[in-house]
Nanobody, 125 residues
Framework: QVTLVESGGGLVQAGGSLRLSCAAS????????MGWFRQAPGKERQFVAS????????SYADSVKGRFTISRDNAKNTMYLQMDSLKPEDTAAYYC??????????????????WGQGTQVTVSS
């Protein structure tokens, strides 16, 4: 079983930046792809970004491409999401996720093994 703990959310003005962190424990972190999903009130959960186990492959939702950067530090068992040029429509609870199988590249909710508890990001206009 893996435990995922997000941090770094908060309130920021439009155009600002935030950096989310996800600390993982309980599993061989470096063998699993990971990612971020988000959910705004009244809306469906949405894929944000994913990163391969070694960090060499990344994927982004079109809505965040060019503004968000996903990365990971396997030595620290931590994944990050750098969010720049934030917009009010980025307001949501952001969830850290890990793939359900070793070396499986995370592309959709069907690939997820565990979720974090979420961290709230609010962008004011």
């Amino acid at each position: 079983q893996v435990t995922l703990v997000e941090s770094g959310g908060g309130l920021v003005q439009a155009g600002g930046s935030l950096r989310l962190s996800c600390a993982a424990s309980g599993r061989t972190f470096s063998s699993y792809s990971m990612g971020w999903f988000r959910q705004a009130p009244g809306k469906e959960r949405q894929f944000v970004a994913s990163i391969s186990s070694g960090g060499t492959r990344t994927s982004y939702a079109d809505s965040v491409k060019g503004r968000f950067t996903i990365s990971r530090d396997n030595a620290k068992n931590t994944m990050y999401l750098q969010m720049d040029s934030l917009k009010p429509e980025d307001t949501a609870a952001y969830y850290c996720v890990v793939a359900r199988a070793i070396f499986l590249y995370l592309n959709s909710e069907a690939d997820i093994g565990s979720w974090g508890q979420g961290t709230q990001v609010t962008v004011s206009s």
